[in-house]
């Protein structure tokens, strides 16, 4: 779709949005921080250790991993997170909420 759209000559405004619009693989939903808007880069690391509120879960396994590329299930243990903090702002929220649908 993108080099359709260089092929076309469309403005070079356009083509940011374009590429904006496929900066996720297709299938996929943005994920953004709904506190600061933060998109986590494929690098980012969430650890599973027992953080108290909002979601108390003792002792954690330890794991480091980037939770959306598990939907929030810690590949070490298996806890399914309904929390996810912001690694930016440090805001929590649940991890359902950072996933935001893209414009087609």
Not at 27 to 44: D, I, L, T
Not at 74 to 84: A, D, F, I, L, V
Request: neutral net charge.
């Amino acid at each position: 779709m993108l080099l359709l759209a260089l092929k076309r000559g469309e403005p070079s405004k356009d083509i940011e949005a374009i590429i904006e619009k496929f900066r996720d693989t297709a299938g996929k939903k943005r994920v953004r921080c709904p506190s600061c808007g933060w998109q986590p880069e494929k690098s980012a690391r969430w650890h599973c250790v027992d953080t108290g509120a909002p979601e108390h879960f003792a002792p954690g396994c330890g794991t480091q991993w980037n939770t959306f590329e598990t939907g929030g299930k810690c590949p070490g243990c298996s806890h399914q997170w309904t929390w996810t903090a912001c690694l930016k702002c440090n805001a929590w929220a649940k991890h359902e909420d950072w996933y935001e649908a893209q414009d087609d």
